[in-house]
């Protein structure tokens, strides 16, 4: 109570300073931020998205803005708030009344609305002259010269240190396990008493990375990561070269009829991501309208370190006008259980699930470790005219071994076997005001998949988008993304979504989604066919520059299992739940140096009759921008939330190219603090510390291997080889970044 006091007060005496001038120069970064928080607490499934290659672009796009006469579609449609009516629009005005000679021309161009242009403003830039034509309309586009290249190359190197202050289980010494050894009726015949598993290596997650780019002619990197836990080490045998993960590329693009040509390892993201995605777009959430559709943007260098993520080989993209074929070829070794070996070989026979963790820290994780080849090969055919994208997209994917995980009762119909293939076909087309886009594919099991939607303006003040969805229960496209309720399992669902944003003016914004759902099949946690529906309505203020408050309701609602027990046998069924949550943000500068955001949400989850779970947090905020070289960053949060099913998500800044969205759940207090150095021109320095407290996680326990009835006090966060025995968690993270 006391620490809530406390944060009250700050925001009583802070409020009142609103009347700021200008913000700092991050405009638009809240605008990715807040589309990457809401995916994280929309997403259903558990995979990990990597946004680092968004969040590298427009970082970019911020030192070396983008030419509005020149940028390309693929490159605006990244860019917060930008979409394919806007592109088309703007395409048009050029062609009419020739390049854009001012920032300011956007506003006579139909579409381009003042809320709008500020969201992209901090990546834009127009350059009167001197520009190269890479228009639809030009049959090739000259790339600049060697020298050029090699006179204007921007290199830079990353060097990341991260590191947990406690010690977790996972890095104290073995113990024996003392578990019984039963027979086959269960009696006690003896104990295990082998050494408990640990972890391999060192706590310390380190990452290097070296880049050399030219615009988007020319990319070359080097990227290397340990995450805690593993091993530095050379051992060639085991593909392992100082770090676990490495990645590598080089590319050149805009040379003639070469669009893109990548060498090493690089992503694909095509169409709506039916057939072949990396998951750049977003979900639901507050974008209500471009949220649902994925950009378009083709082959991609990969500088990531998502090690499920990326193909390794070779890709390019050739253009003759207004068609584009895309070829591309990989072959890389992915982590699985084992399920069967030979005995002579030690061939791998049939492997379980594919895993997707990229962690290497334990004896069974090593042994998961590339344990499965995959070999994949595919192309693209794509027309391009105006507002047209034409484009059928084909790959077929093998596997060394034969992939045959354990069957339960919701996974069936998931995919089994050494072969795999998908065929799409995808349309986009702008007329007038309104994008309208779709994609449908086939896998080798005969499942369809479906999607199709529109997005656009019914009037000045009036946006409107729809997308409506089908995915077979046996439908298998590995490496698709999609727009749904489960984006990554992109099988057995069908849906209808429907946004509607409305501006008035430029200071008020309402912008609200439904989604409706079905699941024909089982599903996690549900053993029947169930259904759902999530709501969004939220109501923004911005009175000026730099100041936006804006008030939100929001409302995930599934079916879920439940059970009774009744004489001789067990009843299951399923029970309706439902996840409501309210949030307060507010966010304004006292200065233009010094910005703050303060936020207030609580969730309510129930579950059937059951008593209703509550989750509440509050923080605050604060950057200070100290001349040009100093940047402070700081947050203190206090939470209470009284079960993991109402725990409440909250993005972080963190240091350049990493973003965290950590579940708060417990009760307790968190705080970070970033301190950022521009040492000089070239050379750069982050460093930040992040502690959470919590409170009834210690409690009295008696040693059951003394004979004494003394009880200690032990506090414990986490289980498992992650159990900390303490009260807090402390993160620390080390970063210099340097650019020549």
């Given at each position: 109570?006391?620490?809530?006091?406390?944060?009250?007060?700050?925001?009583?005496?802070?409020?009142?300073?609103?009347?700021?001038?200008n913000?700092?120069?991050?405009?638009?970064s809240?605008?990715?931020?807040?589309?990457i928080?809401?995916?994280i607490?929309?997403?259903e499934?558990?995979?990990?998205?990597?946004?680092?290659?968004?969040?590298d672009?427009l970082?970019?796009?911020?030192?070396?803005?983008?030419?509005?006469?020149?940028?390309?579609?693929e490159?605006?449609?990244?860019?917060?708030?930008?979409?394919?009516v806007?592109?088309?629009?703007?395409?048009?005005?050029?062609?009419?009344y020739?390049k854009?000679?001012?920032?300011?021309?956007?506003?006579?161009?139909?579409?381009?609305?003042i809320?709008?242009?500020?969201?992209?403003?901090?990546?834009?830039?127009?350059?009167?002259?001197?520009?190269?034509?890479?228009?639809p309309?030009?049959?090739?586009?000259?790339?600049?010269?060697?020298?050029?290249?090699?006179?204007?190359?921007?290199?830079?190197f990353?060097?990341?240190?991260?590191?947990?202050?406690?010690?977790?289980?996972?890095?104290?010494?073995?113990?024996?396990?003392?578990?019984d050894i039963?027979?086959?009726?269960n009696?006690?015949?003896?104990?295990?008493?082998?050494?408990s598993?640990?972890?391999?290596?060192?706590?310390?997650?380190?990452?290097?990375?070296?880049?050399?780019?030219?615009?988007?002619?020319?990319s070359?990197?080097l990227?290397g990561e340990k995450d805690?836990?593993?091993?530095?080490?050379?051992?060639?045998?085991?593909?392992?070269?100082g770090?676990?993960?490495?990645s590598?590329?080089?590319?050149?693009?805009?040379?003639?009829?070469?669009?893109?040509?990548?060498?090493?390892d690089?992503?694909?993201?095509?169409?709506?991501?039916?057939?072949?995605s990396?998951?750049?777009?977003f979900?639901?959430?507050?974008?209500?309208?471009?949220?649902?559709k994925q950009?378009?943007t083709?082959i991609?260098?990969?500088?990531s370190?998502?090690e499920?993520?990326?193909?390794r080989?070779?890709a390019?993209?050739l253009?003759?006008?207004?068609?584009?074929?895309?070829?591309?070829?990989?072959?890389?070794?992915?982590?699985?259980s084992?399920?069967?070996t030979?005995?002579?070989?030690?061939?791998?026979?049939?492997?379980?699930?594919?895993q997707?963790?990229?962690?290497h820290?334990?004896?069974?994780?090593?042994t998961?470790?590339?344990a499965v080849e995959?070999?994949?090969?595919?192309?693209?055919?794509e027309?391009?005219?105006?507002?047209?994208?034409?484009?059928?997209?084909?790959?077929?994917?093998?596997?060394g071994?034969?992939?045959?995980?354990?069957?339960?009762?919701?996974?069936?119909?998931?995919?089994?076997?050494?072969l795999?293939?998908?065929n799409?076909?995808?349309?986009?087309?702008?007329?007038?005001?309104?994008?309208?886009?779709g994609?449908?594919?086939?896998?080798?099991?005969?499942?369809?998949?479906?999607?199709?939607?529109?997005m656009?303006?019914?009037?000045?003040?009036?946006?409107?988008?729809?997308?409506?969805?089908?995915y077979?229960?046996?439908?298998?496209?590995?490496?698709?993304?999609?727009f749904?309720e489960?984006?990554?399992?992109?099988?057995?669902?069908?849906?209808v979504y429907?946004?509607?944003?409305?501006?008035?003016?430029?200071k008020?914004?309402?912008s609200?989604?439904f989604?409706?759902?079905?699941f024909?099949w089982?599903?996690?946690q549900a053993s029947?066919?169930?259904?759902?529906?999530e709501?969004l309505s939220q109501?923004a203020y911005?009175?000026?520059r730099?100041?936006e408050?804006?008030?939100?309701?929001r409302?995930?609602?599934k079916?879920?299992n439940?059970?009774?027990?009744?004489?001789?046998?067990?009843?299951?069924?399923?029970i309706?739940?439902?996840?409501?949550?309210?949030?307060?943000?507010f966010?304004?500068?006292i200065n233009?140096?010094?910005?703050?955001?303060?936020?207030?949400?609580?969730a309510?989850?129930?579950q059937?009759?059951?008593?209703q779970?509550?989750?509440f947090?509050?923080?605050?905020?604060?950057?200070?921008k100290?001349?040009?070289?100093?940047?402070?960053?700081?947050?203190?949060?206090?939470?209470?939330?009284?079960?993991y099913?109402?725990?409440?998500y909250?993005?972080?800044n963190?240091?350049l190219?990493?973003?965290?969205?950590?579940?708060?759940s417990?009760?307790?207090?968190r705080?970070?603090?970033i301190?950022?150095w521009?040492?000089?021109?070239?050379?750069e320095?982050?460093?930040?510390?992040?502690?959470?407290?919590f409170?009834?996680?210690?409690?009295?326990?008696?040693d059951?291997?003394?004979?004494?009835?003394t009880?200690?006090?032990e506090?414990?966060?986490g289980?498992?080889?992650?159990?900390i025995r303490?009260?807090?968690?402390?993160?620390?993270?080390l970063q210099?970044?340097?650019?020549?």
């Open positions: 109570m006391k620490h809530l006091l406390l944060s009250l007060l700050i925001i009583i005496l802070i409020l009142p300073l609103s009347h700021a001038q913000r700092p120069n991050d405009e638009g809240d605008e990715v931020d807040l589309a928080e809401d995916f607490i929309g997403q499934v558990e995979e990990q998205v990597d946004y680092t290659f968004l969040t672009f970082e970019d796009a911020r030192k070396r803005p983008l030419d509005l006469n020149s940028a390309s579609e490159e605006l449609l990244l860019l917060p708030g930008f979409n394919k806007l592109y088309n629009n703007l395409q048009q005005h050029i062609i009419q020739g854009l000679t001012s920032i300011y021309e956007l506003q006579a161009v139909e579409g381009f609305k809320d709008l242009i500020k969201a992209f403003r901090p990546y834009i830039n127009v350059l009167a002259s001197g520009v190269k034509d890479i228009s309309r030009a049959k090739f586009s000259r790339g600049p010269s060697v020298k050029e290249v090699s006179e204007g190359v921007n290199f830079e990353i060097q990341r240190l991260v590191w947990i202050g406690e010690e977790k289980k996972g890095y104290t010494a073995a113990d024996t396990t003392f578990r039963l027979d086959a009726e009696t006690v015949i003896g104990q295990d008493t082998s050494l598993s640990r972890y391999a290596g060192s706590p310390y997650r380190s990452y290097t990375r070296l880049r050399a780019r030219y615009g988007k002619n020319f070359f990197a990227t805690p836990g593993e091993t530095f080490g050379w051992d060639p045998a085991n593909q392992k070269y770090y676990d993960f490495l590598g590329h080089v590319s050149i693009g805009g040379y003639g009829p070469i669009e893109r040509l990548v060498i090493g690089y992503t694909l993201q095509f169409g709506q991501g039916m057939v072949l990396r998951g750049l777009g979900g639901k959430g507050a974008f209500v309208i471009n949220s649902v950009p378009n083709g991609l260098p990969y500088a370190v998502n499920n993520q990326l193909q080989g070779a390019v993209t253009r003759y006008g207004n068609f584009h074929l895309t070829t591309f070829y990989s072959r890389i070794k992915l982590d699985a084992i399920q069967e030979d005995t002579l070989t030690n061939e791998i026979l049939q492997a379980g699930s594919i997707t963790s990229g962690l820290r334990t004896a069974s994780e090593l998961n470790r590339r995959e070999t994949m090969y595919g192309g693209r055919f027309y391009k005219e105006g507002g047209l994208t034409l484009g059928t997209t084909h790959y077929q994917q093998s596997f071994s034969e992939l045959n995980k354990a069957l339960n009762d919701y996974n069936q119909f998931d995919f089994r076997g050494d795999n293939y998908v799409g076909i995808d349309v986009d087309v702008v007329v007038q005001n309104f994008n309208f886009f994609e449908a594919a086939r896998s080798r099991s005969g499942g369809i998949g479906v999607s199709g939607g529109l656009g303006s019914l009037s000045s003040t009036v946006d409107i988008s729809i997308l409506a969805r089908h077979d229960k046996d439908f298998h496209s590995l490496k698709g993304y999609v749904a489960r984006p990554t399992a992109l099988a057995n669902e069908t849906g429907v946004g509607l944003r409305i501006a008035p003016n430029p008020w914004t309402w609200s989604y989604d409706q759902f079905y024909p089982n599903r996690f029947f066919p169930s259904q759902g529906w709501f109501l911005k009175p000026k730099g100041t408050v804006y008030v939100r309701f409302s995930d609602n079916e879920r439940a059970s009774i027990e009744l004489p001789n046998q067990k009843l299951e069924y399923l309706p739940t439902r996840k409501n949550s309210i949030r307060l943000h966010q304004s500068s233009r140096n010094i910005q703050y955001r303060t936020r207030i949400e609580g309510f989850y129930t059937g009759d059951e008593e779970h509550q989750g947090l509050m923080y605050q905020d604060l950057i200070w100290i001349g040009y070289k100093v940047k402070l960053t700081g947050r203190y949060a206090l939470f209470d939330v009284s079960d099913e109402a725990r409440i909250a993005y972080e963190d240091v190219g990493f973003f965290s969205i950590p579940p708060y417990g009760q307790g207090s705080y970070y603090a301190f950022n521009k040492i000089t021109r070239n050379l320095f982050w460093a930040r510390v992040a502690q959470s407290r409170r009834n996680v210690c409690r009295l326990e008696r059951p291997f003394t004979t004494e009835s009880e200690s006090e506090c414990r966060i289980s498992g080889l992650e159990e303490d009260r807090k968690r402390t993160e620390f993270k210099l970044r340097y650019k020549f």
